[in-house]
């Protein structure tokens, strides 16, 4: 841990310093965008069936709240990376747009209407919240993507990822069925 935390306050004033700061970028990131949130969404598809009422959602806020923690942690190392490449470019615009849903997400959580007092603005709140969560997904996954290309040129393990995010998706979209619409 003091080595993760280290490397996350120290100046990007050396290559070697340069090249931990963007590994552990890439580490943070995965682990927000390609762990946490991904699980936290099946857990909201198919959480409710398969653990008691209040676990499930206590189990998806937490890995929500997780991936936003990793995903801030990664936000200020990107910083302290910067570059000037065109395809560096395209990776942090996408990536400030992921941050701003993701930290948009846990201030819609919290403003959601009773069911029983509101039930067409919490039908409206369901909606904004998930599928604005699918958004960040897809954006997020798209950025780690091309944040392993900058990488790993070669893209093998590009090519490795989009295999697993592919596998992935088609589970996800599989317990989620029709209700994705």
Same mark, same amino acid.
């Given at each position: 841990? @003091?080595?993760?935390?280290?490397?996350?306050?120290?100046?990007? &004033?050396?290559?070697?310093? /340069?090249?931990?700061?963007?590994?552990?970028? @890439?580490?943070?990131?995965?682990? #927000?965008?390609?762990?946490?949130?991904?699980?936290?969404?099946?857990?909201? &598809?198919? @959480?409710?069936?398969?653990?008691?009422?209040?676990?499930?959602?206590?189990?998806?806020?937490?890995?929500?709240?997780?991936?936003?923690?990793?995903?801030?942690?990664?936000?200020?190392?990107? /910083?302290?990376?910067?570059?000037?490449?065109?395809?560096? &470019?395209?990776? /942090?615009?996408?990536?400030?747009?992921? &941050?701003?849903? #993701?930290?948009?997400?846990?201030?819609?959580?919290? $403003?959601?209407?009773?069911?029983?007092?509101?039930?067409? @603005?919490?039908?409206?709140?369901? #909606?904004?919240?998930?599928?604005?969560?699918?958004?960040?997904?897809?954006?997020?996954?798209? $950025?780690? /993507?091309?944040?392993?290309?900058?990488?790993?040129?070669?893209?093998?393990?590009?090519?490795?990822?989009?295999?697993?995010?592919?596998?992935?998706?088609?589970?996800?979209?599989?317990? $989620?069925?029709?209700?994705?619409?």
């Amino acid at each position: 841990m @003091g080595t993760v935390v280290s490397t996350l306050l120290a100046p990007a &004033s050396s290559l070697a310093i /340069r090249e931990s700061k963007k590994t552990l970028h @890439g580490a943070l990131m995965i682990w #927000a965008w390609g762990v946490f949130i991904p699980s936290g969404m099946l857990l909201a &598809s198919i @959480g409710k069936e398969t653990f008691s009422q209040g676990i499930w959602f206590k189990l998806h806020r937490a890995l929500g709240v997780g991936a936003a923690v990793l995903g801030t942690a990664g936000l200020i190392t990107a /910083r302290q990376i910067g570059s000037g490449a065109a395809q560096a &470019s395209t990776h /942090r615009l996408t990536g400030y747009l992921v &941050s701003l849903i #993701a930290l948009a997400q846990p201030i819609i959580a919290t $403003n959601r209407p009773d069911p029983k007092k509101d039930p067409e @603005g919490r039908a409206a709140w369901f #909606a904004l919240h998930k599928y604005l969560a699918w958004l960040g997904l897809l954006l997020g996954l798209y $950025n780690i /993507r091309t944040g392993l290309q900058m990488w790993d040129p070669k893209e093998s393990l590009s090519l490795m990822y989009s295999s697993g995010i592919v596998a992935a998706g088609t589970v996800v979209a599989t317990w $989620n069925g029709a209700a994705l619409m």
